[in-house]
């Protein structure tokens, strides 16, 4: 943690991982039993499929909420689940994790990529071996991985997030961006449809400070101090990973900027929560957390029996078809949704 934190903002943010850290020990033992291991929990069921998943970071309500919807959807599909993933955004770790599933008899895995590069040869070993690979939440798509379980397009979650900025600033003036690892491509992806959007909508509003790019809380929070100190007109800034809202949005409460640097990004409603209740925070752009763990393992399930998607698919407990595109080997939750004060605690993730 920063040492220039002050006391309560420190209190504020551990609070918050204890939160996420709640969550995943809150969200085991939803189905009639579970195997724990130093990789990830393991829901058993009667069936001999057994699929995995493997998040970016565990500790967090993003991956909490992924988990309780993989886990139930494991357990309405009567199938064996494994949620696991690093203790902090670390690539290498990430793909430690991976290679240790591929000699345990899985049927199928997905994973969050950190880094597409490094995870390539991991997904082609685990295809090598017999086992279905598909990416969720983020893409690897010059991999060989089978299918990317979306959570909305590109264009649209860069779109929705920039006119949420937009709205908050009036449309004009500076505006920064904090960012995951620089080799994170969904990000990355995210960033370049947000920027197209401004480029074409908002001529009036200017990226300042270039991207910032963070691996955690601690660095978010001093890259946005950064960004309000040598732009002292900024008036927005977007926090696009979930580990970067709480340390954007707290060094604009530390600054005093409420109101007047507007803050928006992809966290959960959980995480964004208490920015949003203290204005710190105009909005966050996510998804149904919980139902595209549900989709993820579904998909996983229909990989591990040999089926294939069809151009529109019916899942279990879905208000409409999912979608798959055959070029690109996409299968999409949905649309964004935008979260505000008066509508996050309508979520549990």
Not at 36 to 60: L, R
Request: hydrophobic share 40%; net charge negative.
């Amino acid at each position: 943690m920063n040492p220039s934190l002050k006391k309560g903002s420190r209190e504020k943010l551990v609070a918050l991982f204890a939160i996420g850290a709640f969550l995943l020990a809150a969200c085991s033992g939803t189905t009639s039993s579970t195997e724990s291991t130093s990789e990830g929990e393991a829901t058993e069921a009667s069936s001999d499929i057994k699929v995995a998943f493997v998040s970016q970071i565990e500790g967090i309500p993003y991956f909490a909420g992924m988990k309780a919807g993989g886990e139930q959807a494991a357990k309405d599909l009567g199938i064996t689940y494994t949620h696991t993933g690093p203790a902090k955004a670390d690539s290498t770790e990430q793909v430690k994790i991976f290679d240790n599933l591929i000699a345990q008899g899985y049927s199928a895995i997905a994973v969050s990529p950190l880094d597409p590069t490094s995870i390539a040869n991991s997904i082609k070993n685990a295809q090598d071996a017999g086992i279905r690979v598909a990416t969720s939440d983020a893409d690897a798509a010059s991999t060989t991985r089978e299918v990317f379980v979306a959570q909305a397009s590109d264009e649209g979650l860069g779109s929705t997030v920039m006119d949420a900025l937009a709205t908050a600033m009036g449309s004009e003036g500076e505006y920064g961006i904090v960012s995951g690892g620089a080799d994170w491509a969904t990000g990355n992806a995210w960033i370049d449809a947000a920027q197209k959007r401004a480029a074409s909508t908002y001529p009036n509003m200017k990226l300042v400070g270039d991207i910032r790019y963070t691996s955690d809380t601690a660095q978010a929070l001093q890259e946005a101090q950064n960004l309000m100190t040598k732009f002292p007109n900024l008036k927005g800034i977007i926090a696009v990973p979930s580990t970067a809202v709480p340390g954007v949005s707290q060094a604009v409460e530390n600054a005093n900027m409420i109101g007047k640097v507007a803050v928006t990004g992809f966290g959960s409603p959980k995480t964004a929560g208490p920015f949003l209740e203290s204005g710190a925070m105009t909005s966050t752009v996510l998804w149904d957390v919980k139902a595209l763990g549900y989709l993820t393992v579904w998909a996983l399930h229909q990989m591990a029996l040999g089926n294939e998607f069809a151009a529109e698919n019916t899942v279990p407990g879905f208000d409409k078809p999912v979608t798959y595109d055959s070029a690109t080997k996409i299968l999409l939750l949905g649309d964004p949704t935008i979260f505000t004060k008066d509508t996050y605690k309508n979520y549990d993730f």
